[in-house]
């Protein structure tokens, strides 16, 4: 079983910074990814970005850029750093952990099988 929790979330100014965390811990698969992924009210799902465990990181071109997703593997954290934020990032943003197999698939939500209890991020104008 994995457990994900993301931390940092919260209220910030347009144009402000704000960085989020995503912790794994638990017993799952030996090779995996981690995606992170935003929900705004009244949108779907979408994906933000994943970070392979060998290291490999993408991010979605509709937020690269802006966005900026690192590790640290001797803590098995992801973060999520977000500039120049937009009243439009705000959302619910979740970690989620799939196996390394499911690599090509990384922006399907369907493909994850483990959901971290997200954080929220509202960006006042």
């Known amino acids: 079983q994995v457990q994900l929790v993301e931390s940092g979330g919260g209220l910030v100014q347009a144009g402000g910074s704000l960085s989020l965390s995503c912790a794994a811990s638990?017993?799952?698969?030996?090779?995996?990814?981690i995606g992170w992924f935003r929900q705004a009210p009244g949108k779907e799902r979408e994906f933000v970005g994943a970070?392979?465990?060998?290291?490999?990181?993408t991010a979605s071109d509709s937020v690269e850029g802006r966005f900026t997703i690192s590790r640290d593997a001797d803590k098995n954290t992801v973060h999520l750093q977000i500039n120049s934020l937009k009243p439009e990032d705000t959302a619910f943003y979740s970690c989620?952990?799939?196996?390394?197999?499911?690599?090509?698939?990384?922006?399907?939500?369907?493909?994850?099988?483990?959901w971290g209890q997200g954080t929220q991020v509202t960006v006042a104008s």
């Open positions: 970070v392979r465990w060998s290291g490999v990181i």
């Open positions: 989620a952990l799939a196996p390394d197999y499911r690599w090509r698939a990384r922006t399907e939500k369907s493909n994850y099988d483990y």
């Open positions: 638990g017993r799952g698969f030996s090779t995996y990814f």
